[in-house]
């Protein structure tokens, strides 16, 4: 069972279009993280979240922590084919030591077609 | 650039030999963790130290794995007597931890070890 369920799996939208990802779990996370994965490389960090309600802007990318601590969503306004790549959540669980593992998501593969 | 690094970036190797992964973090990061992916998965936590210590191990690690990060400065991952299922990627992070720096637990990636066991 995954403690981070993220969804959907695939996304292929054309360019210009708005998408939203979806990161979910029945466990309250401390923190919460966003990156970005191109094929043979290591995660890129995004962003970290870690109030309730809180939203953070990157450019085209707005991301939002639920208020429970429990979810969190990527938006994506006017996607561009530079944004195609796995977009991964990943999360410190509330109750372990602070700054230890990461749980991660299985991620959404996004392709952005021009 | 100074990102976390990792060496060798592609190990293609037989079963049952052993291999040596190693991994310099950000110089002023006193963690250093490892992960591994597989495709279509996130990265699964293997261990993490701060500075030389080893804090954490996860129960995923079996006894033919071992780490090491002997100066609080770059790590080494080995796998002994290498099996198929150890085809992954191996991912190594580093963060600065604080009790200042409270709930913020921003691990930096570097570019991974891609394991081909044949």
């Known amino acids: 069972t995954q403690l981070l369920e993220q969804s959907p799996q695939f996304l292929s939208i054309q360019e210009g279009e708005n998408l939203t990802v979806y990161c979910n779990s029945s466990s309250v996370f401390s923190s919460l993280q966003w990156y970005r994965q191109e094929p043979g490389e290591g995660p890129v960090l995004l962003v970290t979240?870690?109030?309730?309600?809180e939203v953070k802007k990157l450019k085209r990318l707005t991301f939002q922590f639920g208020d429970a601590r429990k979810d969190s969503s990527l938006h994506i306004t006017a996607a561009q084919p530079g944004d195609t790549g796995l977009y991964l959540c990943?999360?410190?669980?509330?109750?372990?030591?602070?700054?230890?593992?990461?749980?991660f998501g299985e991620g959404t593969q996004l392709t952005v077609n021009p | 650039d100074t990102g976390v690094s990792q060496n060798p970036r592609h190990k293609i190797t037989k079963r049952g030999q052993n291999v040596t992964f190693r991994c310099d973090p950000i110089?002023?990061?006193?963690?250093l963790y490892w992960y591994r992916q597989t495709l279509g998965q996130g990265p699964e936590f293997l261990t993490y130290f701060q500075n030389e210590a080893q804090l954490e191990k996860s129960r995923l690690l079996s006894d033919r794995f071992s780490a090491e990060r002997p100066k609080g400065s770059f790590s080494t991952l080995e796998i002994q007597r290498t099996e198929q299922g150890d085809s992954a990627m191996y991912l190594c992070?580093?963060?600065?931890?604080?009790?200042?720096?409270?709930?913020?637990?921003?691990?930096?990636f570097g570019p991974g070890t891609r394991l081909t066991v044949l």
């Open positions: 992070a580093s963060s600065f931890f604080s009790l200042a720096g409270g709930l913020y637990n921003e691990q930096f």
């Open positions: 979240v870690v109030t309730g309600g």
């Open positions: 110089s002023e990061h006193n963690r």
């Open positions: 990943a999360g410190g669980l509330k109750g372990e030591t602070s700054g230890s593992r990461l749980t």
